[in-house]
C-alpha cells in the first residue's frame, strides 16, 4: 500500500497548489476516488467548489466535463442521444457529457427530478442506455455534483435515492485569514490551475482502486463498521436511517482511507473519520428533530459515542466470516 500512499501525496500536493487549507475535503474527494465511489460537494458559491473539482481532473489526467444544472436541462442532453443518418440509414450515437472520467454537476438541485433521475444509472451500473442500448462508461468514472445549502428558490431537492448513491457529501468551508491573505498572492500574477500538470494517469488511479479492494479488516472491525449504521436506523431522532448500501459505502471508504495512509487492514479510526461524511446525508430526520436542531452530523456523533469500539488486535488477519 506504499504506493498508494505517495500516490495520495502526490495528488493532494498538486491539488494544494491551487486550493489554500482545504487539506481535508482534498483527502475525502481522494478517498471518493480510489473507492470507486461518488461526491455531494454542498457549500456557499464562491469557495472553491469547481476548482477543486478541475484541479482534481487535471491531477490525475483524466478527461473532465462539466454539465451545468439548469431547469431545462433534458436527460438526452446529460446522457446523449442518438441521431439519425440519412447517409447511412441508420441511427448514430452522439455521447452527452457524462461520457467523462470526472464530471461535474453543477447546482445539481435546479434541475427537474427527471433529468436528476438520468444520472441513478450512470453513477450504480457506470452505464448509459439510450434508446435500449446500453454503452459503458469510461474508467475510471467519477461524478462530483454540487448544490447551495442556503438557497432554495427554484430548485429541486435530492430524492433519497439520488442522495445514497453519493459515497460522501463535503464541504469546504471558509479560508481563515491567513490562508485568504496567501490565496491573493498565490492568484496575483496568474491562475495556477492553468498551469497545473498531471501528477498520475487514469491507469495510476484503476491500479489503486484495484489495490484498495485487498484492504481486509478482521471480524471485529466488521461487525463495528455494521453497527453503527445499524445504530442510525434505531436512533431516536431519526425517521429514516442509513440502507446497506451505505454500509457498503462506509466500508469501500475506509479501504481505501487505510490504503493512503499505507495500511492493508482497516481500523476503528478510520470509521470514525469517515462515517460523518458518509452516513449523515443519507439520514431523514424527525420533524421534532429538526425542531431541536439537530443535524445528520450531530446524530453521526452521538452514534459513534454509543458504539462500542472493538479493542484488541485488528490487524491484517481475516477474522473468519
Known sequence: MESIRKLRSRIVENVRR????????VELVLIALLAQGHVLIEDVPGVGK????????????????RIQFTPDLLPSDVTGVSVYDQRTGSFQFRPGPIMANIVLADEINRTSPK???????????RQVTVDGITYPLPEPFMVLATQNPVEYEGTFPLPEAQLDRFMLQVSLGYPNLVEEAEMLTRFSA???????????????????????????????????????VHSTRHHPQVHLGASPRATLALFRACQALA??????????????????????????????????EATGHSVIQSVLNQVPVPVGDVDDTPGGP
Open 259 to 292: 490504503a493512503s495512509r499505507g495500511r492493508s487492514y482497516i481500523i476503528p479510526d478510520d470509521v470514525k473519520f469517515l462515517a460523518p461524511a458518509v452516513l449523515a446525508h443519507r439520514l431523514l430526520l424527525r420533524p421534532e428533530a429538526r425542531l431541536e
Open 115 to 125: 433529468t436528476q433521475a438520468s444520472l441513478l444509472e450512470c453513477m450504480q451500473e
Open 190 to 228: 496568474a491562475d495556477p490551475l492553468e498551469e497545473l500538470q498531471p501528477v498520475a494517469t487514469a491507469q495510476d488511479i484503476l491500479e489503486a482502486q484495484q489495490a484498495v479492494r485487498r484492504v481486509r479488516a478482521n471480524r471485529a472491525v466488521r461487525e463495528y463498521v455494521a453497527r453503527v
Open 18 to 25: 491551487v486550493l489554500v487549507g482545504r487539506d481535508k475535503p
Open 50 to 65: 469547481t476548482t477543486l473539482v478541475r484541479a482534481l481532473a487535471k491531477s490525475v489526467g483524466c478527461e473532465f466535463r
